[in-house]
């Protein structure tokens, strides 16, 4: 079974970076960042795909970055120019096929919190 755990989050003011981290202790196919806050539907943040194909929600697009280390199997998220809009708890999770439908496995999450 699939474990995951994220890293990163944090405390930082608007416009300030934080990159957020997923070990994983395998890969698979289709692998993404979500976020939700309390009382309000979770939404795809960033996906990424075996061939390096990536897919970002439209208000993060030009800000974030997914990405991933193979060696260390894990994915990230860079993310830049921070809003407080992004205040949000982000999970990572994966899918065992490529991207599109539902997302079998899930991580426990980690706080981010934009504020001046």
């Known amino acids: 079974q699939v474990q995951l755990v994220e890293s990163g989050g944090g405390s930082v003011q608007p416009g300030g970076s934080l990159t957020l981290s997923c070990a994983a202790s395998?890969?698979?196919?289709?692998m993404g960042w979500f976020r939700q806050t309390p009382g309000k539907r979770r939404e795809g943040v960033a996906s990424?795909?075996?061939?390096?194909?990536?897919h970002y929600l439209a208000s993060v697009e030009g800000r974030f970055t997914i990405s991933k280390d193979n060696v260390k199997k894990t994915l990230y998220l860079q993310m830049n120019n921070l809003r407080i809009e992004d205040t949000n708890m982000y999970y990572c999770?994966?899918?065992?096929?490529?991207?599109?439908?539902?997302?079998?496995?899930w991580g426990q999450g980690t706080q981010v919190t934009v504020s001046s």
């Open positions: 999770a994966v899918r065992f096929d490529t991207c599109g439908g539902n997302w079998q496995r």
């Open positions: 990424i795909e075996t061939d390096g194909t990536t």
């Open positions: 395998e890969f698979t196919p289709c």
